[in-house]
């Protein structure tokens, strides 16, 4: 059988379970993305917070999640996930063992480690807005809220766009560890379809080439919103 039955959509070829992992990839890096949001945006707020407590606590968080090895934050979530659904279960009468789900386990894995390089992004893009434009709008009796929402909230997204786009990035390169949870995405699938067909070389190339796909068509995505963001940030600095 020639590489090009191996990798198509034959019968007995393997390109649609690599679409799929490649599908799966890109939905388990997107979520990890929506979580490390989630972290990145509360753990910016406790740096930037005026309690000393929260502080520190901000720079534990970052410290930790970027200092450990990705796979061992992952394991931990896994393996520690998993024990905790499984003492909850028992607390119903359930003694069997029960698994924190591959996806959701990997997602709030990779979530947590990107939430860690978000919030230094969220925190440089915070400091990088100009103090006239807050001072204008408390002296026009702006009240906080308001000044989150109509000045801090459009110019942080304004300045993290760059940083999140390398956020992105790492976020869809360390989803190929999610692999050791079992989930079939993009590098576990390559390893399946090379140890069944015994062409290692061949489905590990193609697993790097459709990384390489993502990464690049991402990148040019990113790309084009940071354009497209300052275009509509100078026009309406124009209206003004």
Do not use: C
């Not at 989630?38 to 910016?44: D, I, P, R």
């Not at 978000?118 to 103090?131: C, N």
Request: proline content about 2%; overall charge positive; hydrophobic content about 50%.
């Amino acid at each position: 059988m020639s590489w090009i039955d191996l990798i198509g959509f034959g019968p007995n070829g393997r390109g649609g379970l690599l679409l799929w992992a490649t599908l799966m990839t890109l939905s388990v890096t997107a979520a990890s993305l929506v979580i490390g949001a989630v972290f990145g945006a509360g753990v910016a707020a406790a740096k930037l917070s005026s309690s000393r407590l929260a502080r520190v606590i901000g720079d534990a968080y970052t410290t930790i999640l970027r200092g450990a090895p990705e796979l061992l934050v992952i394991y931990l979530v896994y393996f520690g996930g998993s024990q905790a659904v499984s003492a909850i279960g028992r607390l119903f009468q359930y003694e069997g063992f029960l698994g924190l789900p591959s996806f959701l386990a990997g997602a709030l894995a990779v979530g947590m480690i990107s939430g860690a390089y978000q919030a230094e992004v969220y925190r440089g893009a915070f400091h990088a807005i100009a103090k006239g434009e807050i001072e204008a709008a408390r002296s026009i009796g702006m009240g906080r809220a308001l000044r989150f929402r109509r000045i801090i909230i459009p110019q942080i997204l304004r300045f993290s766009l760059p940083g999140l786009g390398n956020v992105w990035q790492l976020s869809l390169k360390d989803s190929a560890l999610i692999s050791v949870t079992g989930l079939a995405e993009l590098m576990r699938t390559s390893q399946l379809a090379a140890g069944s067909t015994r062409q290692y070389f061949l489905f590990f190339i193609v697993g790097g080439i459709l990384y390489l796909v993502l990464t690049t068509i991402s990148g040019q995505l990113f790309a084009a919103a940071e354009r497209r963001v300052a275009v509509s940030f100078s026009h309406g600095l124009g209206r003004s």
